[in-house]
T-cell receptor, first 114, second 113 residues
Framework: AQSVTQPDIHITVSEGASLELRCNYS??????LFWYVQSPGQGLQLLLK??????LVQGIKGFEAEFKRSQSSFNLRKPSVHWSDAAEYFC????????????FGQGTRLTINP | DVKVTQSSRYLVKRTGEKVFLECVQD?????MFWYRQDPGLGLRLIYF???????EKGDIPEGYSVSREKKERFSLILESASTNQTSMYLC????????????FGQGTRLTVV
């Protein structure tokens, strides 16, 4: 069965500082991996996705993520955060075969200090 | 633009009522999902459907059922609403293999009193 763990429930960083949000997954093969962001009162928006190929993927809003098969991880990074990045971030793993099930992690709430 | 439309943004129901949450898509995608979102628990999969009349249980199906009679519509049913089903409910759609991004509706905030 596929599963996702986001170890950090809440992270606070200062504006301009770098950011890394952790994501570990469990899946029997190479999965599809996603990061979504949910701003307060808004729906979920896709930041980036990984299917295959280059393990460093670029997304919108200056975010990137790196797939590390040996660590079953897909951590999200940003070199310099902006106050508008305050939101909740969700990592998800999707099936590549059969029914296209999509499972999410618990989410990480990001707070930005001015 | 992809449209995933949930019938209500806010809903208040009484304990024991039968509740229907509707989701309609305009993308002709095979896969449709119902999640509930609770603080600190993320999005938990209730049920999903990969074709008309086909469904699979997710991680927390107890107390819920679903219906998919037409490809574009996926309904979540709370047979007898309870206060612990107060939550935000999100519908999502996803295409078949090779078309794997999920699109979400705006959510339905359900309060059971």
């Amino acid at each position: 069965a596929q599963s996702v763990t986001q170890p950090d429930i809440h992270i606070t960083v200062s504006e301009g500082a770098s950011l890394e949000l952790r994501c570990n997954y469990s899946y029997g093969a190479t999965p599809y991996l996603f990061w979504y962001v949910q701003s307060p009162g808004q729906g979920l928006q896709l930041l980036l996705k990984y299917f295959s190929g280059d393990t460093l993927v670029q997304g919108i809003k200056g975010f990137e993520a790196e797939f590390k098969r040996s660590q079953s991880s897909f951590n999200l990074r940003k070199p310099s955060v902006h106050w508008s990045d305050a939101a909740e971030y969700f990592c998800a793993v999707g099936s590549i075969q059969g029914a296209q099930k999509l499972v999410f992690g618990q989410g990480t709430r990001l707070t930005i200090n001015p | 633009d992809v449209k995933v439309t949930q019938s209500s943004r806010y809903l208040v129901k009484r304990t024991g009522e039968k509740v229907f949450l509707e989701c309609v898509q305009d993308m002709d995608h095979e896969n449709m999902f119902w999640y509930r979102q609770d603080p600190g628990l993320g999005l938990r999969l209730i049920y999903f459907s990969y074709d008309v009349k086909m469904k699979e249980k997710g991680d927390i199906p107890e107390g819920y059922s679903v219906s998919r009679e037409k490809k574009e519509r996926f309904s979540l049913i709370l047979e007898s609403a309870s206060t612990n089903q107060t939550s935000m409910y999100l519908c999502a759609i996803r295409g078949g293999p090779g078309n794997t991004e999920a699109f979400f509706g705006q959510g339905t905030r359900l309060t059971v009193v």
